[in-house]
């Protein structure tokens, strides 16, 4: 009886794996955030990775993201130049809600998550370097082109909170273009 019930379980699983879309993709883009020492507004780029799964005639898919976020900002405080550069390295658990069942379609994501962030305030004399760990959330909304059946791009902007991140409101903005395939 064990064996046909572990049979079914794993027929069953199998029979689920194969009624969905799995999907990688990489991409970058630009990025901003007022730093918290500079207040000024720093910019720079991001670079990042996803891993989505999609079951079958859903609209609602789930997946993981891995980003690198890089800003700098110029500053000057009491005659002396100073250059701030902020790193972010969020994972997120990422639902995206895709409004269109074709191949390209218009969509919002979330992002719900961990990030480490590192700050360096950099001056004639001296180097401030202060490290963070915490919550990471956003909002996304882009769109997702299909180049053929199984190669997609997409673009989109996001703005995310980031905690102890070492900006001035807690807000990285960024634009981004990513090219993925489907398997």
């Known amino acids: 009886m064990k064996k046909i019930i572990l049979f079914l379980l794993v027929s069953l699983t ?23 020492q500079s207040k000024e507004q720093g910019t720079g780029y991001r670079v990042n990775g996803a891993y989505e799964v999609h079951p079958y005639r859903s609209m609602v898919s789930h997946g993981f993201t891995l980003s690198y976020i890089n800003t700098e900002a110029d500053f000057r405080r009491n005659e002396t130049d100073f250059l701030q550069e902020i790193t972010h390295i969020p994972f997120t658990y990422t639902p995206k809600l895709m409004f269109s069942e074709e191949d390209s379609k218009a969509y919002l994501k979330g992002a719900l998550g ?32 299909a180049i053929s059946y199984f190669a997609f791009v997409t673009m989109e902007y996001e703005v995310g909170y980031v905690s102890e991140g070492f900006l001035d409101n807690g807000l990285i903005h960024s634009a981004q273009i990513g ?3 489907k398997f």
């Open 179 to 181: 090219f993925g395939v």
């Open 14 to 36: 199998c029979l689920s794996l194969q009624a969905q879309e799995t999907k990688m993709s990489l991409g970058g883009g630009y990025a901003f955030g007022k730093g918290q």
């Open 114 to 145: 961990l990030h480490y962030s590192m700050s360096n305030v950099t001056g004639p004399s001296s180097v401030r370097k202060e490290n963070g760990f915490g919550f990471y959330g956003g909002m996304a909304g882009g769109i997702e082109l």
